[in-house]
């Protein structure tokens, strides 16, 4: 959520290292293609226990239609030898689609976009799919050909946690989300090898949650064998051999938030996270943070900060951020106050960007290439379109890249925002656009006119 605080500890985890470990910039990738997955650079992150994750970096642009800047002539059919060095990325909710509705002009800006070898890459906090299905899934709605290699969503830089000095591969990670059965097979898809859902915990010992739990079929039909068995005090069971998480992860929104809340909460006052355990750190007032996650609790990753997101409904529905502020106010009310130490990505946080630039940046060399520009020079504008003043938005303003590129953004007027519920109070700094337009058709246009561009029209 925006408000939320996230404190510097968490940044300080052992295994955080495989997600923020430094790699080559985006020029070196435009000039030496690596592989097909790229990994996720080095966040700009500050120690400390007050600040705002969000509030790090903030940089607006005007809400202007002039640029007052040399217009510039590209045009990738009639001249491979001059490559634009501009490119777009599209949120997808309330942009492209309304549910499973194209929004008109979508199709047409993409296929467009396409046609002309104008790189683009889908940039959304949605998940709960493998990237695969939801390609294949978008593609077939949107009636343009997609590939992974343009499409980023919340939780895909999770599976960079699988690499490094400090991976998570042979772990035990905790995961949910709307379908943790299915967040579960795309954990494991990305390469972690003990994956438990809260399904699983519920079908061993049904004591964890004494509710008749929601979807309680869905439970029973997705559940696994616990590898090890829950902790129980005076049974004589060692704590090593009991089930022991070693990080939990949010892949999307999850549905039943009751249970997944206690199950979230019991893991952060265990002790080094063991299921069962109460650590006997907690509330001691000689450590740091009164020892609240002082005691090697698993870390708690979330894969957006979305409040709201646009549905098929005529008012904005929570998101994951919503679920995010529910853990974190239950936690300060059993810590006294306590602010919840978490790890969020998704947009607006500037790790999210500079992946997605990465993945932008070879997706660009490689449709340039096929189109005779073996040298495609440095991208230097990204047009980030999306609907959301506070994820879309924010995060291109605050985004500096360590290329040099431009991130402008544009907002439409298809989505979460809108004059009627937010008014003037959206474009406060750091949520200002660059310019706001009807829909993702005239975001392209708009910036083609702002690049000089003298191809075909849309």
């Known amino acids: 959520m925006r408000t939320s605080r996230i404190l510097g500890s968490a940044f300080a985890r052992p295994n955080l290292t495989a997600l923020t470990s430094p790699l080559p910039s985006p020029v070196q990738i435009s000039r030496h293609i690596c592989s097909a997955a790229p990994g996720l650079p080095r966040a700009t992150q500050k120690h400390t226990r007050t600040a705002q994750f969000s509030s790090l970096i903030g940089k607006t642009g005007g809400l202007s239609r002039s640029n007052g800047r040399e217009a510039r ?4 059919k009639s001249t491979p030898s001059e490559a634009p060095p501009f490119a777009f990325a599209f949120d997808i909710d309330g942009v492209l689609l309304h549910v499973a509705t194209p929004i008109p002009g979508a199709p047409e800006a993409l296929k467009f976009l396409n046609d002309n070898d104008i ?15 939801r390609v294949k899934d978008l593609s077939q709605k949107l009636g343009v050909e997609l590939t992974t290699n343009n ?19 042979e772990k035990t990670i905790l995961v ?12 494991e898809d990305y390469g972690f090898r003990n994956v438990v859902t809260p399904a699983d915990i519920l079908k061993a010992h049904p004591e964890v949650f004494p509710f008749d739990p929601l979807l309680d079929h869905v439970y029973t039909a997705t559940a696994r064998p616990l590898p090890r068995p829950i902790f129980t005090p005076g049974s004589g069971m060692r704590l090593s051999d009991a089930l022991k998480i070693d990080a939990m992860f949010v892949f ?5 938030w009751a249970y997944d809340i206690q199950l979230i909460v019991d893991l952060l006052l265990s002790q ?16 740091p943070s009164c020892g609240w996650q002082q005691d090697g609790q698993p870390p708690l990753y979330f894969s957006n900060a979305d409040l709201l997101w646009s549905t098929g409904f005529h008012l904005p529905r929570f998101g994951q951020g919503a679920f995010q502020a529910a853990v974190a106010g239950v936690w300060r009310r059993l810590t006294n106050g306590h602010e919840l130490q978490r790890r969020v990505i998704g947009k607006p946080y500037s790790e999210t960007y500079q992946f997605a630039e990465r993945v932008l940046t070879t997706h660009r060399h490689e449709v340039l290439r096929r189109r005779g520009h073996h040298e495609p020079g440095t991208l230097k504008s990204v047009y980030m ?13 605050d985004f500096h890249s360590e290329a040099g590129t431009e991130w402008c953004s544009i907002l439409v007027r298809t989505g979460v925002w809108s004059p009627e519920h937010a008014g003037e109070k959206a474009f406060q700094g750091r949520f ?3 310019v706001i337009v009807d829909d993702a058709r005239e975001a392209v246009r708009w910036a083609l006119k702002r690049e000089g561009w003298t191809g075909p029209a849309l």
């Open 73 to 76: 002539k590209y045009n990738t």
């Open 119 to 133: 790189p683009f890459i889908l940039l959304t906090n949605g998940g709960g799919k493998h990237e695969t299905e």
């Open 151 to 169: 499409f980023v969503q919340s939780h895909t830089p999770f599976r960079q946690l699988v690499e490094g000095p400090d991976s998570l591969r």
């Open 176 to 187: 949910t989300g709307a379908n943790a059965g299915k967040c579960r097979l795309i954990a």
């Open 252 to 256: 999307n929104d999850p549905r039943d």
């Open 272 to 287: 080094e996270g063991y299921v069962g355990t109460y650590s006997p750190k907690n509330g001691d007032a000689a450590l």
């Open 385 to 397: 379109v999306g609907d959301n003043p506070e994820s879309d938005i924010a995060g291109a303003n």
């Open 432 to 434: 200002k656009p660059k």
